[in-house]
């Protein structure tokens, strides 16, 4: 599994647009991103996943250059409830799947402030 | 829809002692993966089963066994606890690939302290 490097820790306003850049120099032409958030005491929750470009839900925008060597996550307009850890992956492609070890570094603490 | 559900949700146990964690996973998933998360870091790879045949394996002594039952359900088991084994243990299910990719949903976790 490629490995990732991000910030170990952002601080932020609340309504301020957040983002979060994660480094993965070694990623594989099969290798989606991934990211999780996790709350203290909870298991960590997807996110949002792609592969290229842009992907956006409802909760998050992801930028993916196309060298796809680094990635952006975006959180629109942060609130109190956004202070979490913000987990990176690499991996997970269909190929790999039953052989996948997911790997989780050690996160971004986003702090937001009010 | 109910979510991964994880038991006990904390637990003590002294050195030496065995412990055995359980997680259901969401209906209609096959996959069930196992994480261990000590304080400050990332979740850790255990155990991956898929259709009640391990399926994948992290970095842990044999201390550390799981299995997986035909109602997709699964235990973790933790023989000859250590101190370093103290963490919150992440149960996660996913269903059989959708498209091109999957998604894990985890569990709220067991906290273990071994004293």
């Known amino acids: 599994l490629a490995k990732t490097t991000q910030p170990i820790s952002m601080d932020s306003y609340e309504g301020q647009e957040v983002n979060i850049t994660c480094s993965h120099n070694?990623?594989?032409?099969?290798?989606?991103i991934t990211w999780y958030q996790q709350f203290p005491s909870q298991g960590p929750r997807f996110i949002i996943q792609?592969?290229?470009t842009k992907v956006t839900n409802e909760v998050a925008s992801l930028f993916i250059p196309a060298d796809r060597k680094s990635s952006t996550l975006s959180l629109p307009r942060v609130s109190l409830s956004d202070t979490a850890v913000y987990y990176c992956l690499v991996g997970l492609h269909i190929s790999n799947f039953g052989n996948e070890k997911l790997t989780f570094g050690t996160g971004t603490r986003l702090t937001i402030i009010p | 829809d109910a979510g991964v559900t994880q038991s006990p949700t904390h637990l003590i146990k002294t050195r030496g002692q065995q412990v055995t964690l359980r997680c259901s996973p969401i209906?209609?998933?096959?996959?069930v993966s196992w994480y261990q998360q000590v304080l400050g870091q990332g979740p850790q790879f255990i155990f991956q089963?898929?259709?009640?045949?391990?399926?994948g394996r992290g970095n842990f002594p044999d201390r550390f066994s799981a299995r997986q039952f035909p109602n997709y359900s699964s235990e973790l088991n933790v023989n000859a606890l250590l101190l370093g084994d103290s963490a919150l243990y992440l149960c996660a299910s996913s269903q059989h690939w959708t498209g091109q990719s999957y998604e894990q949903y985890f569990g709220p976790g067991t906290r273990l302290t071994v004293t």
């Open positions: 089963y898929y259709e009640k045949e391990e399926r």
């Open positions: 209906s209609g998933h096959k996959s």
């Open positions: 070694n990623i594989a032409t099969n290798d989606y």
């Open positions: 792609g592969y290229k």
